[in-house]
């Protein structure tokens, strides 16, 4: 099976005053299996955005190739666009003349829909939205977290194959955002859609994503699992939790790790190179007398591993 999306060697450069040139990405490579969740990551100014309207058509590459479902993005551009639905960062992809409705009838019929199939399917995109109500509506009367609904809406009108989400939450309350995020995982999980994600909102992307590129400075830094890209940072983090405040006589024995009083008791945290450093800590608690409660390994989660990979290369 041949790839959903595979960009080689991609780059982006920009003429400014001068005649420097800022480069946006440098010479990406990058594949997307049909039917996979990619968690496309990196700072502000990172190239995300860019490579994503690169992949749309919208910008032309200074170098490289984009192949969508085997098409070549510069030579088949109006077959690749109905392969692709797109929510772009900002809700570019709606007229805000038009209405909601009118903008659904619009992208739909662009791509070939039509008929009482577009209707309905219009009709439960905006009631999943909760916009039915305003559907003739204006949509620069919307709210940002109304309009950034109507393009996420518009994205998924005419069912494509292949979904770009560039910073879809942007703008919405947290009800909505779970909206979006049971959407993803909806797509990719029973219809089976490919899906490249960006997004500052990295618990989602951990909770929907099966694999994580990360870029920074137009580069690509990593390219792994998410479970894999995790481990490459996973600390052995515990949090211990005793019975009673500890005094200063008693901190001294835990040396390295935070202490923090709740109601009931302490809890001690931190790194632990290794299981036997974990016991020699409960031993020294065991020697001390001190009640033990409970001792919990914290996971590490995608915050943590993109910061200290950001940092890494910083």
Avoid at 53 to 68: E, N, Q, R
Wanted: charged letters at 20%; aromatic letters at 6%; a neutral charge.
């Amino acid at each position: 099976m041949s790839a959903a999306i595979e960009i080689r060697n991609l780059s982006k450069t920009y003429r400014q005053a001068g005649n420097a040139q800022a480069v946006a990405v440098d010479h990406l490579d990058l594949i997307v299996e049909p039917g996979e969740v990619l968690g496309f990551l990196g700072p502000n100014g990172a190239g995300k955005t860019t490579t994503i309207k690169m992949i749309c058509g919208l910008i032309t590459p200074t170098t490289g190739s984009i192949h969508v479902n085997s098409h070549h993005v510069a030579h088949e551009r109006n077959v690749v666009m109905r392969q692709i639905g797109a929510v772009l960062e900002g809700t570019r992809n709606i007229y805000w003349r038009l209405s909601a409705w009118q903008n659904l009838m619009y992208f739909g019929r662009l791509k070939g829909c039509a008929g009482p199939a577009l209707k309905t399917r219009g009709e439960r995109l905006l009631r999943e939205l909760d916009l039915w109500e305003r559907r003739h509506d204006p949509v620069r009367q919307f709210s940002r977290g109304m309009q950034q609904k109507v393009a996420i809406a518009c994205a998924l009108i005419a069912d494509p194959p292949i979904v770009l989400l560039d910073e879809p939450t942007l703008g919405l309350d947290v009800q909505a955002a779970r909206t979006v995020q049971h959407w993803v995982t909806k797509l990719a999980r029973e219809q089976e859609k490919t899906i490249i994600l960006t997004s500052h909102q990295l618990d989602m992307v951990q909770t929907v994503c099966d694999r994580v590129a990360v870029m920074r400075k137009g580069r690509l830094l990593a390219d792994k699992p998410m479970a894999e890209l995790l481990s490459l940072f996973r600390a052995e983090q515990y949090q211990i939790k005793v019975a009673g405040q500890l005094n200063g006589h008693y901190l001294a024995h835990f040396e390295g790790l935070t202490q923090a009083p709740v109601d009931d008791g302490t809890v001690l945290a931190g790194a632990l190179n290794d299981q036997d450093t974990l016991y020699r800590v409960l031993a020294h608690i065991r020697d001390l007398g001190l009640p033990l409660i409970s001792v919990t390994r914290i996971e590490p989660d995608l915050e943590d591993a993109f910061v200290q990979l950001i940092e890494s290369q910083s």
